[in-house]
Each structure stands twice: as structure tokens, then as C-alpha cells.
């Protein structure tokens, strides 16, 4: 079975602190990305990563930055975290991706983040 | 832009009946992939189906199946023989060009004993 799994389930930070949130697969997947969900809001994309040290930005990269520095691990950073990035963070991973085959994308048990 | 729209925030049903899940989709791609995830209240977000668009038939796995209308760009989940398990957030996601998912804004599912 494939395994996602997040440095954190619970996570209280305060105004300004610098966040790391971890996330690691152990299915040798190329693909990794970083959701934040929102009552209301479903699911957007924060980052994704397609490869060791690539990044792309997703639809609200702002005030977040990633690292990829091996392939099993995934990190989202908070440079100095804010009250409006209190949230659920959720991290994805899949196989390579192209055009004939998508693969499904496995989720990690979620980090939910408060900052006060 | 991809959107996903999920027109029912709050769903109920009594256990052993029939639920359905309505999603819709807007895209201008005609190869695709759509998906729907399960979410219980301990987070975890699960894969109940995927469907390829360029299969015309509809995906089953055990008691879920969805109804594909491509031309319609519609995509709904039936829940039959439904159980307390079945109880969580339901997500319809599609996948764009490169390969993070698109998602709607979720229908809660309550199941009633």
C-alpha cells in the first residue's frame, strides 16, 4: 500500500514564526503536491513538485515556499505564518504524470494548522 | 479555467437506500480524468472512483458507480445499500494538464440508522 504520511496532525504556531510541515512517500512517486482545504473552499493547490528540486507555483502559492530536496520528501514553509493561513494542509503524491496515463493521487492524513 | 461545481453542499440518507451525488464540469480539454474522494472525519482522503474520459462506460467499484455524461460535462456518484460508513466529505476533483487535481467545494453525506 502506498504511504503518505505528514510530520504533524495538529499543529499551533504564532504570528510570525517560521512553519515547516513535512511530508514523505514511501512509493517512489515523481509527482508531490501541497492542497490547503477550507470549509467552503474544497481543495486548492498550493505547490507541486514533478521532480527532485523543481517546483511549480499551484493557484495560491503566496506567502508559501516548498522544498524538494530528495524525492520521498516534500516541504511546505511558511516563512512568517499569519492568522489567514490557519487551515488544513493537506499533502498528494502520484506517479509520473502524462497525457496516457493519470494516475491516482494519494493523500497524507492532513496537518491542521492554527496560528494565533 | 477548469471548474468543478458540486450544487450540494449537504446530502442525507437513510442506510441501505440510494444516494446520489451530483458534480459538474467545465473544461475545454477532450482527453481527462475525473475523479471522487472520500473524506471521513479522521481526514484521511480516500479514492472511491475514477473515470477516464475517453471510456464511454461508467465506472463501478462494488456499491459506487458514477453516471459520465461527457457531453453534458457531468459526472455524478450513486451510493448504493449505503452504510454508516459511508457517512463523510465527498469530493469530485478532474485533473488538468499538469496533474494536480481540481476540486469541487465537497457534499457532506449524512447516513441516517
Known amino acids: 500500500d502506498v504511504k503518505v504520511t505528514q510530520s504533524s496532525r495538529y499543529l499551533v504556531k504564532r504570528t510570525g514564526e517560521k512553519v515547516f510541515l513535512e511530508c514523505v512517500q514511501d512509493m517512489d512517486h515523481e509527482n508531490m503536491f501541497w492542497y490547503r482545504q477550507d470549509p467552503g473552499l474544497g481543495l486548492r493547490l498550493i505547490y507541486f513538485?514533478?521532480?527532485?528540486?523543481?517546483?511549480e507555483k499551484g493557484d495560491i502559492p503566496e506567502g508559501y515556499s516548498v522544498s524538494r530536496e530528495k524525492k520521498e520528501r516534500f516541504s511546505l514553509i511558511l516563512e512568517s505564518a499569519s492568522t489567514n493561513q490557519t487551515s488544513m494542509y493537506l499533502c498528494?503524491?502520484?506517479?509520473?504524470?502524462?497525457?496516457?496515463?493519470?494516475?491516482?493521487?494519494?493523500f497524507g492524513p492532513g496537518t491542521r494548522l492554527l496560528v494565533l | 479555467a477548469q471548474t468543478v461545481t458540486q450544487s450540494q453542499p449537504e446530502m442525507s440518507v437513510q442506510e441501505a437506500e440510494t444516494v446520489t451525488l451530483s458534480c459538474t464540469y467545465d473544461?475545454?480539454?477532450?482527453?481527462?480524468?475525473l475523479f471522487w474522494y472520500k473524506q471521513p472525519p479522521s481526514r484521511q482522503m480516500i479514492l472511491v472512483i475514477r473515470?477516464?474520459?475517453?471510456?464511454?462506460q461508467n465506472a463501478t467499484e462494488n456499491r459506487f458507480s458514477v453516471n459520465f455524461q461527457k457531453a453534458a460535462k457531468s459526472f455524478s456518484l450513486k451510493i448504493s445499500d449505503s452504510q454508516l460508513g459511508d457517512a463523510a466529505m465527498y469530493f469530485c476533483?478532474?485533473?488538468?494538464?499538469?496533474?494536480?487535481?481540481?476540486f469541487g467545494k465537497g457534499t457532506k453525506l449524512s447516513v441516517k440508522p
Open positions: 476533483a478532474y485533473t488538468r494538464s499538469q496533474g494536480n487535481l481540481i
Open positions: 473544461t475545454s480539454e477532450s482527453d481527462y480524468y
Open positions: 498528494a503524491s502520484t506517479w509520473l504524470w502524462d497525457r496516457d496515463h493519470q494516475e491516482t493521487q494519494y
Open positions: 513538485s514533478y521532480d527532485v528540486k523543481m517546483k
Open positions: 473515470q477516464e474520459a475517453y471510456k464511454q
